[in-house]
């Protein structure tokens, strides 16, 4: 008899210990791959937006660029690819400039504000080299004011011969 009520309450004792043990192993493995589908969801999500960025930015500065898929395609590898922009030269004269525009956000504020400055035609801005795209929308001379403009908004500035 006292085995059998010795049996009853380890039984009925350890039954919810070993329950809340596979509770807490179930709710990792969920934590686990739900971490799993988020970070899943955010790679696509950055390659989503990484195409419809360089799409926008082939409308509006009129240059062609090399597209990041491509690029990891053409290496045989899945992790981001290389700085380098494959670009066509812009009709008319096209101005350079080296600056330390080096942030995604520096660079969407200055071609906005370039984009607003009297003569400029069009405005890119490649962020991984800091080079800056200008052309001018009429035949002067708007180096100075583009160079002004940035040096104006904190970000160092030279002028570089442009690409034949």
Known sequence: MKKACLFFIVVFFWQPAFSQIWKEKLNRVRESAAE?????????????????VEAIEDLATGKKTKKRSQERQASGRNEAPDATVTRTEFEGRELLFQTSITT???????????????????????SDTGIVYVTPSSGKDISAAVADTIKKNGYSVKAKNPKK
């Open 36 to 52: 799993k589908v988020n970070r899943k969801v955010n790679e696509k999500i950055n390659e989503g937006v990484d195409k419809g």
């Open 104 to 126: 995604a956000a520096g660079k969407e504020k200055m071609e906005h504000i370039l984009r607003e400055t009297d003569g400029v035609s069009s405005v890119s801005i490649d």
